[in-house]
């Protein structure tokens, strides 16, 4: 009876009843074996990955990558970009070929539960949205009756336009290519009016590559939420766990003022949540996952917390120059909340 009153109080508190191992994760030990994380990225997508002319990439899904290669392996460096268009990111995570995708990639069901493939964060709230030329004189989606618009297949931005325009009664003549470049150039070029994609992206495409960014502009409708996350193999929950726990140290991190540069001195702060987060005193939530006590320190000393992330390469000083909008912390009016590491 005492016995079972201690196991329900226990369980209760959340603590673990018997130590629960570690639960071997078959990914990680080949990323370990290999020395390094095989990260699937947009092949060029400036602000959240691309490859600079010395060869290195920067971005931010490919900072979620450097922080999945710090907790994992002590090193941010230890990555191998594969860079993937649209229709190849399934494909390449299903065959092994990489070992988690970050690549401006929307959760879905059928992508969650039909493709052998899993979600768990959402990194970046987005929706889709349309980019026309200012001499278009358009001011709204509803003004698009009949035009020509460029969309990338294998995309949800596809399924998206045609549940709009027939939401809406309307036509339009998709402009349709498997290759991105293809579908700026042929905006570029005047052979769609308008280009579609999810909004972040067409900040992106607007900054990057038109000749003048100003004489373009965004529709003010959002037509669909594209949470866009990591994404890893089905079948090694351990692993994907791991993935999506970095996401949250970083809005824990955040929420907490801990940032890459304040964070050695936060080690010595005694504020249990602070402690937690930094595997401080007894505290070792990296055990469980594969790693070590230090994984979140090292994926805030190496790469940052989110704001700092969202700031380096999305924000007001970046080309996108894009608000925290829905991407705000929960504390401040947005969608960013992270379960408790406790
Ligand atoms: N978030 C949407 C769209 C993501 C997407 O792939 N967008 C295209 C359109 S700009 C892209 O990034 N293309 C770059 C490429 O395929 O290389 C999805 O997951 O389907």
């Not at 074996?33 to 602000?47: D, F, I, R, T």
Request: glycine fraction near 10%; include cysteine.
């Amino acid at each position: 009876m005492v016995k079972r009153r201690l196991l329900g109080l226990s369980l209760c508190m959340g603590l673990a009843v018997a130590a629960s191992p570690a639960f071997a994760s078959k990914t990680l030990e080949a990323i370990k074996a290999k020395g390094e994380l095989s990260c699937g990225v947009n092949a060029g997508l400036g602000g959240f990955g691309i490859a600079g002319s010395d060869g290195k990439w920067t971005g931010f899904d490919v900072d979620y990558c450097r922080a999945v290669a710090a907790a994992a392996l002590g090193d941010a460096n230890k990555v191998r970009y594969v860079p993937l268009n649209a229709a190849q990111r399934f494909t390449a995570l299903q065959s092994g070929e990489i070992d988690m995708l970050a690549r401006n990639t929307t959760w879905t069901m059928s992508r969650d539960t039909q493709l052998g493939t899993t979600f768990g964060a959402t990194n970046f709230y987005d929706g889709q949205g349309f980019l026309v030329p200012k001499s278009l004189k358009v001011k709204s989606a509803k003004q698009l009756k009949g035009a020509t618009i460029c969309v990338q297949s294998g995309t949800t931005t596809e399924k998206n336009l045609a549940d709009y325009f027939k939401a809406n009664k309307m036509t339009y003549k998709p402009v349709v290519s498997e290759d991105n470049k293809v579908v700026v150039a042929a905006y570029n070029e005047g052979r769609c009016k308008v280009l579609t994609s999810d909004a972040s992206q067409l900040a992106a495409i607007r900054a990057n590559d038109t000749k003048k960014p100003d004489d373009h502009i965004i529709l003010p409708e959002i037509i669909s939420k594209e949470p866009l996350g990591p994404v890893t193999r089905q079948g090694d929950e351990s692993w994907s766990k791991l993935v999506t726990w970095v996401h949250f140290a970083m809005i824990t991190a955040e929420e907490l003022g801990i940032n890459s540069a304040n964070v050695d001195q936060k080690k010595s702060d005694t504020t249990p949540e602070v402690q937690r987060l930094l595997g401080q005193g007894n505290n070792d939530f990296g055990k469980a996952i594969g790693t070590d006590s230090q994984w979140a320190y090292r994926v805030i000393k190496q790469v940052g917390n989110y704001g700092e992330v969202f700031e380096r390469h999305l924000g007001k000083n970046t080309p996108l120059k894009l608000d925290r909008g829905q991407n705000a912390l929960w504390t401040n009016g947005g969608l960013q909340y992270a379960p408790p590491i406790r």
